[in-house]
Every structure is written in C-alpha cells, then in structure tokens.
C-alpha cells in the first residue's frame, strides 16, 4: 500500500467552545448568555433553556472546566502534545454584556489578550469562532434573537471590536458554530438562533414554526457575510471560514425512492447552508423546498449582493457519525448529533447510539471538495465515552485512540484523493461539557478533568493514554498512528 504522507504544513490541534469549557460565567463584567441559562439535563429530566438561574443550571457554562483560571496550564498541556492550532470560542457576553453596549468590556478583551499571548507563548495559531452556541440572553428577550434583523449590526459590531483587537493574533475566524443546527435541531433553535415560541413552566420553547427558523437563519447568513466582507476589507491577512455540522446520510435500500429522500435529507441538513456561504446564493432547491414547507422568508434590498459578496475563504466541519435514511417503515432507528434515522447495520455505535463511521469522513471530505472546491479543515471530531481513572491515575482510552486513529486514516485516504484537508482539530481535547446532555463524564479529551455530573470534583487535569498517543501522531505528522 502507498504510504501517505501529510501535508508538512498540517494544522494539527484540538477544540473547544466557550460556554462548555470556559466557566467564570459571571466574572469581569461578563453578561448571562443564553448558554448560561441551560439546565445540566439527564435522560428524566431533558436539557432546557430556563427563564431564570436555575439551581440545577449548574452547566454549562457556570464552571465548566474552569479554563477562564486554569488557560495557562491548559495551553501549555496543548503545546506539550505539539498543537498547532487551537479552536476556541470567544464569548459575546465577556466582550458585551448584553449585546447592545455602546463600548465593549475592556476586561473581557483582556482574558483573550492573554489565551492568544499564551498561544503564542507555546507556538500555537488560535482558530476563533465567533459564535458557537450562545448569544446575549438579553438579546432573546428583547429581539427573540436572530428572528430580529437588528441582531445583524450588533453582531457585525462584535466582530468589528474583535477584529480590530486580535488583528495581530489571530488569522483564522469562523463566524458561527453549526449553522445548520438553528433549522435542523430544536436545541438548536434555542442555543443557536436565540429564538424562543414562548414560556411555559420554567423552561423555553422552541419554536415549531420553520419560518421562525429560516427567517433567522437568513439574519445569520447576512450577518456571517457582512462579517467576512469587513474582515476582507480591512485585514486581508484573515481567512474567514463557515461551520458545519456535517451529517453524512446514505440510502437505506436501494429503492430510488431511498435515494432521492437521502439526496433531499443531505441538501436540508447539510448542503443548503454551505452553499449559500460557500456559493453567495440560496440554493436553486430551496425554492421548492420551501415551497412545500409553506416557509416565507423577507430578505431585504441588498441582501443578495450581501451574500454573493460574503462568500468564506474556507470550508470547515464536525464530523461524529452518519446515518441511513429511508421512507420505508420497520427500519431499526439509531440516534445521532442531530436527530437520528435507521440504524446501519455495518456500523458499531457509541454509549450515546451514534454510530462510528470513519469510511463516512473521506466520503464527506470528498463530497465537500468536489462541491467548491476550497481548502477544508475537521474541526470537530471524536468519541463521546466515559473514562475510568484507575488507582494509579493512569486513564487507558485506548477506545479513543481506536476512534480517532481510524478516522486520521480515512483523512489520509481523503488527501490521497487529493482533498485539500489543511487541518484537524478533535473536539473537546480537554474534557468538557457535553452539549446535547449537559454532562462532564460524556467526555471527548486527551486531558482528563477532574469534575463529577454533580459538580463536585478537584479540576485538576490528568493527561490519558490518548494524550501520549496523539502527541506522537502530531510528531510524527500523521506517519505513526
Ligand atoms: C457539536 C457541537 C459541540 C459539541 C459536540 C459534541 O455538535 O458543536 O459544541 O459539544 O457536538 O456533542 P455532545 O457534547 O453533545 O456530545
């Protein structure tokens, strides 16, 4: 077999969001995001938006992993394994509190002077995404979130103080975390477009109504769009990218009826946002999708200049697991990141039920670069899984290597067909918060947190088996897995 090697400039790192990792969620000024009101969720009581500070609103983001005091030793974790890049969240609420301030939060600016310069430190490029799943809470109750146009310019005002900011820090900005979840997911209506139906009890509805969705969505386009113009504009060093989560779907049966249902699931989950990020239009399919959804959405003068403008200089993904999709009944049903569909019975699955599918990452790489053509980079990755720390403290995940080892073999694979895979950067390289349950010991890392689902725990940091391994595959650039 050909040996493949990796591009010698490969960005090999790690992942993070901020409302899942940061903590310090009322420290220095910072404002409630709507992260902050979530509650920690378990399989009786279900994940959910609350009005108010709940007791159990214990995750995510009110400590977290503690990164907002612990960034140094956690940074420096990263360049003991060799990182290259490290894709972390800012969060709007350090910088303004409520989204509407006139001028930022200088101490809020400050913490992230101080992540880059310790990136810096270390030889480490960060990767900044400008929203991943949160936004002001202020900004829901006043404007139900992205349903409001006039999230547009306040956004656009966030990214022009952090650009301006981090200019000589940071070159490589995505502007919002899965953007495909707002319409796909109802969390993620909630976490990533701020928009709510209404209130009953203590929780937050989502709302049902796709137009509600579409139409904020449409304010993230411009707004993601207006960004990168600006960014284009005035710092041309930057390389603006989008976010998708990307959902590979396969036929079930070879039925074409199969067929053209999982052609249509991979246009609504995953290619129509990307293509009007990628592209600068909507899709010539939307028209008839939203046609038969009933979905009516204002867009207003100007905005398809906007969009056509706005396109992103690269393409980045997360990438879990896949499912088959089929409109015959009796099918096995399996789980998924994003809603699930029928279970594949050549694949195995997680403790979570979403199924392990490395063969459907160099299908997705290729999918994706066949479609436009631009540099692509994994930005999410990895196995959710609960870890045993044994009485020496050692952690043997070696489940985890096994994951991630087969999937860096299927990229090798994607470059060999001659993707332009430019990086990868697994998800949660330090355990985190799990965003869908609201649990620590769903845990992703190489480096284990000391934290129970209970909120009790030390915080210290032990490095797993999975640490010394990916340390070594960074060395050796991807050569010895
Ligand atoms: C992605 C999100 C992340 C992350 C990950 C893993 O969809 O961008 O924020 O958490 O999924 O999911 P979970 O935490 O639910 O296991």
């Known amino acids: 077999m050909a040996v493949i090697r990796m591009p010698e400039n490969f960005l090999w790192g790690g992942a993070v969001a901020a409302n899942q990792f940061e903590g310090g969620w009322k420290e220095d000024g910072k404002g409630p995001s709507i992260a902050d009101m979530c509650t920690s969720g378990s399989p009786e009581h279900p994940k959910l938006i609350t009005r108010t500070i709940r007791s159990d609103c214990l995750y995510p983001s009110h400590e977290a992993s503690d990164f907002y005091h612990r960034y140094e030793e956690d940074i420096a974790l990263m360049g003991e394994m060799g990182f290259k890049v490290f894709r972390l969240s800012i969060n709007w609420t350090r910088i303004f509190p409520t989204g509407m301030e006139k001028e930022p939060n200088e101490k809020g600016l400050e913490f992230y002077d101080r992540v880059f310069a310790c990136c810096r430190q270390h030889g480490i490029e960060p990767l900044v995404t400008i929203s991943h799943y949160e936004m002001p809470y202020a900004l829901v109750e006043k404007y139900n979130g992205w349903h409001s146009r006039e999230v547009i310019d306040l956004f656009l005002n966030y990214c022009k103080v952090l650009f301006e ?46 137009t509600v969705r579409y139409q904020a969505l449409h304010h993230q386009f411009v707004a993601s769009a207006k960004a990168v113009i600006y960014a284009h504009e005035n710092y041309p060093q930057f390389r603006m990218g989008n976010m998708i989560c990307f959902l590979t779907r396969y036929p079930f049966t070879c039925d074409p009826e199969d067929v053209l249902a999982c052609q249509a699931e991979m246009r609504r989950l995953n290619w129509f946002c990307s293509d009007v990020m990628c592209r600068g239009e909507y899709p010539f399919y939307a028209k008839r999708f939203f046609e038969e959804k009933g979905i009516v959405i204002k867009q207003e003068q100007g905005d398809t200049e906007i969009l056509k403008k706005g396109t992103v200089d690269f393409y980045t993904h997360s990438f879990y697991q896949t499912n088959c999709i089929t409109t015959h009944s009796g099918a096995e049903t399996s789980a998924g990141n994003m809603g699930g569909g029928a279970k594949n019975p050549y694949l195995e699955s997680s403790e979570w039920g979403w199924q ?70 697994p998800w949660g390289c330090i355990d985190l918060v799990s965003a869908s349950t609201g649990e620590m010991s769903k845990r992703y890392g190489f480096v284990y947190v000391d934290k129970n689902d209970d909120g009790t725990g030390t915080l210290n940091r032990i490095r797993k088996d999975s640490f010394y391994w990916y340390q070594k595959v960074i060395r050796t650039n991807g050569e010895d897995l």
């Open 165 to 210: 900011r981090y200019k000589d820090d940071v070159k490589y900005w995505l502007t919002f975390n899965e953007i495909n979840a707002g319409t796909n997911h109802v969390l993620g209506a909630m976490i990533s477009l701020g928009t709510v139906q209404g209130y009953e009890g203590a929780g937050i509805q989502a709302p049902s109504d796709l």
């Open 356 to 425: 392990i599918d490395a063969k459907g990452l160099r299908y997705a790489l290729n999918e994706i670069y066949e479609r436009y053509h631009m540099p692509v980079m994994v930005v999410e990755n990895g196995l959710g899984a609960r870890d045993t720390v044994e009485l020496d403290g050692s952690i043997h995940d070696l489940y985890r290597i096994n994951y991630l080892r087969r999937h860096i073999e299927e990229m090798k694979e994607a470059l060999h067909d001659g993707v332009d895979l430019i990086g990868y950067t």
